[in-house]
C-alpha cells in the first residue's frame, strides 16, 4: 500500500494489484500528475485507486503530498520559520552597554589597600566632583625594610581629585600628593590605584609605601550573604569581558597586529589579576577582589571598542576631492614629503625619519 508522504516531485505513484488468469497479483502502475490521471489499468482498477485514495484520506497523516497548484500550509504555532539568506555581510558583534560606577558608590565608604592595609576615605561633590578626606597608606621603614610602618597624609583640607576623563572606561581622578601622586579608577565599590613610577618614600617618617592595587572594604567583613552576591556579579563581569573581546577583535578585522596585540593582552590580564588580587584579604572566600578586576576590564574592552568604531566613522567623513568637469585630480608626487611652512622658512618633514628634498 502507498504511505502518505513518500510521493517525490509533481507525481506520485500509486501500485495496484490485478490478478491474472493463473491467479496471481501482478502489480500494475498508475501516475497522478495535475489535474489529468493517466491509467494504464481498466475502469475497474481506477474504481479501486477512489477508494484507497478515501482509506487513505480517513487515515491520520504522517506526510503531506503536494500538487502542483497547491497552497503551502501555514506552520503550526510556535514553529520557527527558516531565515531566508539576503546574501549581505553578517553585522559586526556589538559590546554589551555598560554604564561606568559613579563617585557616589565608593562616597562615604573606608577602603583598605588589599582589604587590610591603611585607609582611604572619600566625599563625592557635584558632578564628577570627588574628595579625599582621609589618607593613610601603609608601608615598610627604610631603614629597617622587614617592619612595618604608616604614613598619614594631614591637609588643612580635603584632597581634592581632579577628574581625568575615562580613559579605561571607568572614572578616573588625579591625587596631586606633592610626595607621592597617584591616579585611581572608581568601580562599585572599591578604587583600583595605580602609580606607575612605583614606591614613594617618605624620609621624615622612614616610610616607603606603594599604594597601587585594589582598595576595597575588609576581607573580613565580607559574609556569605555578599559572597553569593559576588558570585553572581562575577558570572555577569566574565561574559560581559567575553562578549567584549570578541567585539573587538571583530572590530580589528584582518589586521593581525591588531589581533595579535588585543589576544595579547587579554591573556596577560589573567595573570595581572592573580598578582594583584593574591595578597587581597580571604580573597579565596569571597573573590571580591577578582570581580571588581573583571569589572574593570570589561570597562576597558568596551572603551576601546568605542575608541575604534570612533576611528572607522571619522574616516568615513572625510570628504575626497573632486575633480571639476573636464579636469582630473592628480596625485602629490610621492618624492615630496615635507609640509608646507611659511614663506622664507625651510620646510619641515611630515614625517620624523623624512628630510627636507
Known amino acids: 500500500m502507498h504511505k502518505p508522504g513518500t510521493g517525490r516531485g509533481k507525481f506520485a505513484l500509486i501500485q495496484l494489484f490485478k490478478r491474472d488468469k493463473s491467479g496471481q497479483a501482478r502489480p500494475r502502475m498508475a501516475s497522478c500528475e495535475g489535474p489529468s490521471i ?12 477512489a477508494f484507497i485514495a478515501a482509506l487513505l484520506a480517513s487515515a491520520p497523516a504522517s506526510g503531506q503530498i503536494m500538487l502542483p497548484g497547491a497552497l503551502e500550509l501555514q506552520p503550526p504555532a510556535g514553529a520557527r520559520s527558516p531565515q531566508t539568506p539576503s546574501g549581505g555581510p553578517r553585522p559586526r558583534p556589538q559590546p554589551p552597554a555598560l554604564k561606568p560606577p559613579q563617585a557616589v558608590t565608593v562616597s562615604g565608604r573606608e577602603l583598605f589597600r588589599d582589604g587590610f592595609a ?26 629597617r625594610p622587614a ?29 596631586d600628593i606633592a610626595a607621592c601622586p597617584f591616579s585611581l579608577d572608581v568601580l562599585d565599590g572599591a578604587v583600583l590605584v595605580l602609580r606607575p613610577a612605583g614606591a614613594c618614600d617618605f624620609a621624615a617618617a622612614d616610610c616607603r609605601v606603594d599604594p597601587a592595587g585594589l582598595w576595597g572594604p575588609r576581607g573580613e567583613t565580607i559574609g556569605p550573604e555578599q559572597v553569593k552576591v559576588l558570585e553572581r556579579e562575577r558570572g555577569r563581569a566574565e561574559a560581559n569581558m567575553r562578549a567584549g573581546f570578541h ?20 591573556a596577560g590580564f589573567s595573570s595581572e589579576r592573580e598578582m594583584t588580587c593574591r595578597n587581597y584579604q580571604r580573597e579565596d572566600a569571597h573573590g571580591f577582589c577578582a570581580t571588581k578586576l573583571t569589572e574593570a576590564r570589561a570597562l576597558a574592552l ?18 575626497r576631492p573632486r575633480a571639476a568637469s573636464g579636469e582630473r585630480v592628480h596625485a602629490a608626487p610621492k618624492h615630496n614629503n615635507a609640509a608646507p611652512g611659511p614663506p622664507g622658512a625651510e620646510p619641515v618633514p611630515a614625517f620624523p625619519d623624512a628630510s627636507p628634498q
Not at 118 to 143: N, V
Open 147 to 175: 617592619a612595618q610602618c604608616q604614613v598619614e597624609v594631614i591637609a588643612e583640607a580635603p584632597i581634592q581629585a581632579r577628574f581625568a576623563g575615562r580613559p579605561n572606561g571607568a572614572l578616573r581622578y588625579e591625587a
Open 302 to 319: 568596551k572603551a576601546a571598542f568605542d575608541a575604534q568604531d570612533h576611528k572607522e566613522t571619522a574616516a568615513k567623513r572625510i570628504p
Open 38 to 49: 493517466r491509467a494504464g489499468s481498466s475502469l475497474k482498477q481506477l474504481s479501486s485507486l
Open 118 to 143: 591603611g585607609a582611604m576615605s572619600f566625599r563625592a561633590g557635584p558632578g564628577d566632583a570627588l574628595e579625599i578626606t582621609r589618607l593613610l597608606l601603609a608601608g615598610e621603614t627604610i631603614s
Open 247 to 266: 567585539a573587538l577583535l571583530a572590530a580589528a578585522g584582518k589586521d593581525k597586529e591588531a589581533v595579535k596585540k588585543i589576544a595579547g593582552e587579554q
